[in-house]
């Protein structure tokens, strides 16, 4: 009776720790219920961009981006504002040139490579869990920019980056940046690269 008990507690165990489906992310995880709890779910898994689980690409014209985010919007020069959602399209001779999410607007989560990144979460935090290193990306003042030959597209994640003072009063000069002490990410820009 005791085997049997103890077998029973290690095929629990086993299946509860294995992803359960191909993307290699565990569907009871309390993150991804709650990423597919969200009435707007975007996800950038290699070179593809999906948003609610209907794939979407940078290049598309503004009638196949209402076929996968609606028609409930307002366009204003080259920017194309959803209603109710806390993303903005840019788009460039009818086509789709880039999207921003912002996270810093609402609670929500984005799926980056298998990584959950939720608004409070700062940059080292993404860094830690994902692929990337710090010296992937090119640092500015304003966030971190991965620069995806590959794909077409640079992503950007707007996270405020301090840097050491060097001097004091209205004289100083920057030094290093303090990527040990890293802001949250406030918003996720992706848009073609253009050089």
Same mark, same amino acid.
């Given at each position: 009776?005791?085997?049997?008990?103890?077998?029973?507690?290690?095929?629990?165990?086993?299946?509860?720790?294995?992803?359960?489906?191909?993307?290699?992310?565990?569907?009871?995880?309390?993150?991804?219920?709650?990423?597919?709890?969200?009435?707007?779910?975007?996800?950038?898994?290699?070179?593809? +961009?999906?948003?609610?689980?209907?794939?979407?690409?940078?290049?598309?014209?503004?009638?196949?981006?209402?076929?996968?985010?609606?028609?409930?919007?307002?366009?204003?020069?080259?920017?194309?504002?959803?209603?109710?959602?806390?993303?903005?399209?840019?788009?460039?001779?009818?086509?789709?040139?880039?999207?921003?999410?912002?996270?810093?607007?609402?609670?929500?989560?984005?799926?980056?490579?298998?990584?959950?990144?939720?608004?409070?979460?700062?940059?080292?935090?993404?860094?830690?869990?994902?692929?990337?290193?710090?010296?992937?990306?090119?640092?500015?003042?304003?966030?971190?920019?991965?620069?995806?030959?590959?794909?077409?597209?640079? +992503?950007?994640?707007?996270?405020?980056?301090?840097?050491?003072?060097?001097?004091?009063?209205?004289?100083?000069?920057?030094?290093?940046?303090? +990527?040990?002490?890293?802001?949250?990410?406030?918003?996720?820009?992706?848009?073609?690269?253009?050089?």
């Amino acid at each position: 009776m005791k085997t049997l008990i103890l077998m029973f507690c290690l095929v629990l165990t086993i299946c509860k720790s294995t992803p359960s489906n191909n993307e290699g992310v565990n569907t009871r995880n309390p993150e991804y219920k709650a990423y597919m709890a969200q009435e707007h779910r975007f996800a950038l898994e290699g070179c593809e +961009l999906t948003y609610n689980e209907k794939p979407f690409a940078l290049g598309m014209t503004l009638q196949e981006a209402e076929q996968v985010f609606g028609m409930d919007y307002n366009i204003e020069q080259d920017v194309i504002e959803y209603n109710n959602s806390h993303f903005i399209l840019w788009h460039e001779d009818n086509k789709i040139s880039g999207i921003k999410l912002f996270l810093n607007k609402v609670q929500q989560t984005t799926k980056i490579h298998n990584i959950f990144l939720k608004n409070e979460d700062r940059m080292q935090d993404f860094i830690k869990f994902s692929k990337y290193s710090f010296e992937d990306f090119s640092i500015k003042s304003e966030g971190y920019i991965l620069k995806n030959e590959e794909c077409g597209f640079k +992503l950007q994640l707007d996270s405020p980056v301090a840097y050491e003072r060097i001097g004091s009063g209205h004289i100083y000069t920057r030094g290093d940046w303090l +990527l040990d002490k890293t802001k949250p990410v406030e918003a996720i820009s992706i848009y073609k690269i253009t050089e």
